[in-house]
């Protein structure tokens, strides 16, 4: 079992850069496939971002590609997603999961609450 708790997130200005952090709590977090979530008011939770548990492959949606960076240390339990160039867009609550077995990126069995990130314009 693995719990996940989000930060990072907050209010910015468009172009602006952001680094949401996810720390991950057991002794298996460098098991776990990690992955970042996020959901619009109104929208639907889509896919941003993924990294293999040893953080040697990772796979972005077209949307973020380019400006996005997901990444982690398993020294320390933690993923990160490092944001730049955000856009109005952008905004949305982001969710890190974990996932232990499996090969799907979009499939997740652990999740965290959420932080929020508010891209103004």
Same mark, same amino acid.
């Given at each position: 079992? &693995?719990?996940?708790v989000e930060?990072? =997130? #907050?209010?910015?200005?468009?172009? *602006? $850069?952001?680094r949401?952090?996810?720390a991950? %709590? ?8 990690m992955?970042?979530?996020r ?8 896919? &941003?971002?993924?990294?293999?548990w040893? =953080? #040697?492959t990772?796979?972005?949606? *077209? $949307? ?6 997901? %990444? ?18 952008d ?6 999961a974990?996932r232990?077995? #499996? ?19």
């Amino acid at each position: 079992q &693995v719990q996940l708790v989000e930060s990072g =997130g #907050g209010l910015v200005q468009a172009g *602006d $850069s952001l680094r949401l952090s996810c720390a991950a %709590s057991g002794r298996t977090f460098s098991s776990y496939s990690m992955g970042w979530f996020r959901q619009a008011p109104a929208k639907e939770r889509e896919f &941003v971002a993924a990294i293999s548990w040893r =953080g #040697g492959t990772t796979y972005y949606a *077209d $949307s973020v590609k380019g400006r996005y960076t997901i %990444s982690r240390d398993n020294a320390k339990n933690t993923v990160y997603l490092q944001m730049n160039s955000l856009k109005p867009e952008d905004t949305a609550v982001y969710y890190c999961a974990a996932r232990r077995y #499996g090969s799907s990126v979009y499939e997740y069995d652990h999740w965290g609450q959420g932080t929020q990130v508010t891209v103004s314009s």
